[in-house]
């Protein structure tokens, strides 16, 4: 397995801009996840698994199945998410790359923004798009198929976002994986209460715009404020 | 020493502050027996019988002031992580810390007495209702931010590392405040507001109010006592701490 090395800047190029140390960041962390594929597929794989261990725990009955499927899938990919984001940071510490970000002339903020955005694209995105296929074994009808992968591509972002805070804040701490899920899983509950609740409210008839609203105001104000938290964090487990 | 006055800064450093303490502990904690005494006589001898609810209701001497305390710790845990994060005091910190316990038992309390209460008025101990579920998440944050203090072995990095965790999690109280009118459920509303005329009989608020204060000098108190443990235990190294544990013993 080659490792992946950060492209460095000669002496004589000026230091990298903010949004050109950015892409740096995302892009490792992109390659990282492609050149050790197994990883994303093991959290994708876990993910369809808890789903399908749902039917064989509670009953095929059908009816019950179709009620619980969003709750089920959103669940399931909660968990999922929690599995990748042990390592959004953990990795980067034991190398020494993240006292390299510390260091970098780039805003720590703007560069975990960017790891997010990485962990997200590899791992809630692919969780979004599988999801419709879960949906089908549930026998959700289409029109709640497409509000459940559009809640889940709103929401997974808060997930990576809300789960990188806990990410940083448990680097180079024994025991961090579960740690993690301790401190993340309280803090996502309101985004599963609506994500999973906008399908049944577009069953029910009420639509989905308050939900989507709210999803969406959360991950303005995610986007903004949880990179500042991560940032913070992670300058105090390496101080 | 300031001569010019009093400062606030005073009391900042651990020594003075432990001596501070040492003196309001004993005052604040009687004040605390004091008023959950006189608070239980009103409310389980003079508050009338509710007309609904029977004597069952007159747990919530018990549940409304640990739900209130619940909240108010936690708000407080995340003020004083904040000025600790904000002008890196040891105090401060030290103060976030010695709250988080008594924080954790009031929402115990609360969900506990909750379901006590539940069993006979609604016919089951718990339901997930948005406010019983938020004060169950408020549980869980305080459990997060105990083992997150409790993982980290460098004591100062675990300070601050709680300290955005708090922070974070502080979020959450305004949810749970307003879940009662964000998603109307089974959980009554707040029966005490200072909008409208309270809707409860004079004895019973009485009794109410003198509880809460009861357990805020019991709040009060037993963090204030907890954190003269946590200083000596950190600044054990120094010989005011070594002479105050040589007094002790």
């Known amino acids: ?239 | 020493m300031d001569s010019k006055g009093f400062s606030w800064y005073h009391f900042a450093a651990p020594q003075r502050f432990y001596r501070l303490a040492g003196i309001a502990v004993p005052w604040i904690g009687a004040l605390a027996a004091l008023l959950i005494a006189g608070g239980l006589v009103i409310g389980l001898l003079i508050a009338p019988t509710d007309h609904q609810q029977g004597d069952a209701y007159r747990i919530i001497f018990v549940h409304v002031p640990a739900a209130w305390m619940s909240m108010v710790i936690f708000v407080a845990m995340a003020f004083w992580a904040a000025i600790g994060l904000a002008f890196n005091t040891r105090l401060a910190h030290m103060i976030a810390n010695a709250l988080v316990p008594t924080g954790a038992l009031m929402t115990f309390i609360a969900l506990w007495t909750g379901a006590l209460w539940g069993k006979p008025t609604w016919g089951t101990w718990w339901v997930w209702d948005a406010r019983l579920t938020s004060e169950l998440i408020l549980l869980f944050l305080y459990v997060g931010v105990l083992s997150l203090h409790a993982a980290i072995e460098d004591p100062r990095r675990a300070d601050r590392a709680a300290g955005v965790l708090a922070l974070v999690g502080v979020v959450n109280v305004p949810i749970i405040y307003f879940s009662v009118k964000w998603w109307n459920t089974l959980h009554q509303g707040a029966s005490i507001s200072l909008a409208k005329a309270p809707s409860m009989a004079t004895p019973m608020l009485l009794g109410m109010l003198v509880m809460a204060l009861g357990f805020w000098a019991f709040c009060i108190a037993v963090s204030l006592a907890r954190v003269r443990i946590v200083m000596l235990e950190r600044e054990r190294h120094t010989a005011w701490a070594r002479q105050a544990i040589g007094a002790a013993t």
Do not use: N, Y
């Open chain 1, 1 to 239: 397995m080659t490792p992946v090395v950060l492209p460095m800047p000669s002496r004589t190029r000026r230091p990298p801009g903010a949004l050109q140390g950015m892409r740096c960041a995302f892009m490792r962390d992109l390659r990282g996840v492609l050149r050790r594929r197994t990883d994303a597929v093991a959290a994708l794989v876990f993910f369809v698994i808890v789903v399908s261990l749902f039917p064989l725990g509670v009953g095929a009955e059908p009816a019950l199945l179709r009620t619980m499927a969003p709750g089920v899938v959103w669940v399931a990919a909660l968990l999922a998410s929690m599995l990748s984001l042990a390592r959004l940071f953990a990795d980067d510490h034991q190398d020494g790359t993240l006292e390299q970000l510390l260091l970098s002339t780039t805003p720590l903020p703007l560069l975990v923004l960017a790891k997010m955005a990485a962990h997200w694209l590899t791992s809630g995105l692919l969780l979004a798009l599988g999801s419709p296929l879960l949906a089908l074994q549930f026998d959700l009808p289409t029109s709640s198929i497409g509000v459940l992968a559009t809640s889940l591509l709103l929401g997974t972002p808060l997930l990576s976002l809300i789960g990188g805070i806990g990410a940083a804040l448990t680097v180079g701490v024994r025991g961090a994986g579960v740690l993690l899920s301790l401190l993340v899983l309280p803090l996502v509950v309101p985004v599963l209460i609506f994500g999973a609740g906008s399908v049944g409210a577009s069953e029910a008839g009420l639509g989905t715009v308050a939900h989507f609203s709210l999803l969406g105001a959360m991950l303005v104000l995610a986007l903004v404020l949880a990179p500042l938290a991560a940032a913070a964090a992670l300058r105090i487990a390496l101080e």
